[in-house]
Protein backbone atom coordinates (compact mmCIF):
# COMPACT_ATOMS: atom_id res chain seq x y z
CA UNK A 1 0.00 0.00 0.00
CA UNK A 2 1.41 3.18 -1.07
CA UNK A 3 1.21 6.63 1.39
CA UNK A 4 -1.29 8.15 -1.40
CA UNK A 5 -3.81 5.47 -0.66
CA UNK A 6 -3.83 6.39 3.01
CA UNK A 7 -7.13 8.21 4.26
CA UNK A 8 -6.37 11.71 5.53
CA UNK A 9 -7.42 10.88 8.88
CA UNK A 10 -4.27 8.36 9.37
CA UNK A 11 -1.80 10.71 7.94
CA UNK A 12 -2.87 13.35 10.40
CA UNK A 13 -1.77 11.21 13.24
CA UNK A 14 1.47 11.36 15.45
CA UNK A 15 3.00 7.71 15.84
CA UNK A 16 2.12 7.79 19.28
CA UNK A 17 -1.94 8.08 18.18
CA UNK A 18 -1.22 5.67 15.56
CA UNK A 19 -0.02 3.44 18.20
CA UNK A 20 -2.37 3.75 20.45
CA UNK A 21 -5.31 2.67 17.96
CA UNK A 22 -3.45 -0.05 16.41
CA UNK A 23 -3.11 -1.06 20.14
CA UNK A 24 -7.42 -0.88 20.55
CA UNK A 25 -7.94 -2.56 17.41
CA UNK A 26 -5.51 -5.85 18.40
CA UNK A 27 -7.77 -5.97 21.69
CA UNK A 28 -10.66 -5.64 19.87
CA UNK A 29 -9.72 -8.11 17.29
CA UNK A 30 -8.25 -10.36 20.35
CA UNK A 31 -11.70 -10.86 21.59
CA UNK A 32 -14.43 -13.01 21.13
CA UNK A 33 -16.39 -11.16 18.65
CA UNK A 34 -19.06 -12.87 16.03
CA UNK A 35 -19.06 -9.62 14.08
CA UNK A 36 -17.02 -10.79 11.12
CA UNK A 37 -17.66 -7.18 9.16
CA UNK A 38 -16.61 -5.20 12.01
CA UNK A 39 -13.37 -6.86 12.71
CA UNK A 40 -12.87 -6.96 8.41
CA UNK A 41 -12.75 -3.20 9.08
CA UNK A 42 -11.04 -3.28 11.83
CA UNK A 43 -8.33 -5.25 10.43
CA UNK A 44 -8.14 -3.40 7.36
CA UNK A 45 -7.76 -0.15 9.38
CA UNK A 46 -4.86 -2.24 11.15
CA UNK A 47 -3.04 -2.65 7.83
CA UNK A 48 -3.40 1.10 6.72
CA UNK A 49 -2.10 2.03 10.41
CA UNK A 50 0.93 -0.44 10.44
CA UNK A 51 1.68 0.93 6.66
CA UNK A 52 1.57 4.21 7.92
CA UNK A 53 4.13 3.76 10.56
CA UNK A 54 6.23 1.88 8.60
CA UNK A 55 6.25 4.66 5.68
CA UNK A 56 7.01 7.22 8.58
CA UNK A 57 10.40 5.15 9.94
CA UNK A 58 11.26 5.17 6.66
CA UNK A 59 11.52 9.14 6.44
CA UNK A 60 13.29 8.97 9.71
CA UNK A 61 15.65 6.47 8.33
CA UNK A 62 16.61 8.41 5.11
CA UNK A 63 16.98 11.67 7.13
CA UNK A 64 19.09 10.08 9.76
CA UNK A 65 21.29 8.49 7.19
CA UNK A 66 21.40 11.66 5.06
CA UNK A 67 23.06 13.41 8.86
CA UNK A 68 25.32 10.82 8.82
CA UNK A 69 26.37 11.49 5.05
CA UNK A 70 27.01 15.46 5.94
CA UNK A 71 29.26 14.38 9.04
Known amino acids: ?3 K ?3 PDIKS ?3 N ?3 L ?3 DILDRLEKEN ?3 QASRNDYQRLLKLN ?3 DDL ?4 IKKIRFIGKKK
Do not use: R
Not at 57 to 60: A, P, R, S, T
Open 1 to 3: MKT
Open 5 to 7: NIP
Open 13 to 15: KSI
Open 17 to 19: DAK
Open 21 to 23: EIL
Open 34 to 36: VDL
Open 51 to 53: NYV
Open 57 to 60: FKEK
